[in-house]
């Protein structure tokens, strides 16, 4: 990690981020670099929600981002998600992000190609939810959440990850699921 505290140095970067670390990783990030650690990306979304990176990051003070905060699609199926959308005449993206965004120290990075829909992803850092709503969503997490990047990759949004995390809600195995999906 004393590499990067010598690219800042160096002025060739201004701040240094990490991706897809554990707690281990980002202990030794943290207490071997001079710099600051300013950001860890790593998979977060209503499905994998991350709750002890999330504190590792409030704890330490930087940025936990959120890669695929749509669990690439599959959080707009979620039954829980497209109610709360409906109700507050909102689109499931839009609860999505705001979810993540109530999370202190959190910060998103969707990807939409169509401009109307990033025009709607753009407008959820203007809205909130309720505690309810944010307790409901809390709900959805699996035993030990499930990632929608190793469960599907290069495959086409479906409903089968969210189906498989009301089954891994239910106290299967949400890694076991996982797999049997590859
Ligand atoms: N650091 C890492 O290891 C890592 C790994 C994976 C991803 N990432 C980053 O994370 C970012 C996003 O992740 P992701 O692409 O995996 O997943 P994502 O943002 O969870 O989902 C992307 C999908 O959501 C759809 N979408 C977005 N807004 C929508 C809306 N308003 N209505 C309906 N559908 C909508 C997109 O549709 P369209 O296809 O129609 O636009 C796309 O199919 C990317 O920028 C990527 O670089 C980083």
Redesign the pocket.
Known sequence: MSAFDELVDRKLIDHVGV??FDVDLLDEAVDNMESPLFAH?I?T?PLLQQDELIGHAQENDYHHIA???????NT?YISEITEIAEKHDI?A?QVSFVWLLSRENVTV??????ED?IR??FAAQDLELDDENVERIRDTNGPSGTSA?TARRGSK?DRRLADFCFHARSGVDAVRITRRLV
């Open positions: 991706c897809n990306q998979e979304h890669y695929s905060p749509l669990a690439r699609s707009l689109s993206s990075v969707p990807k939409a190609t169509g829909q709607v992803d990047v949004p």
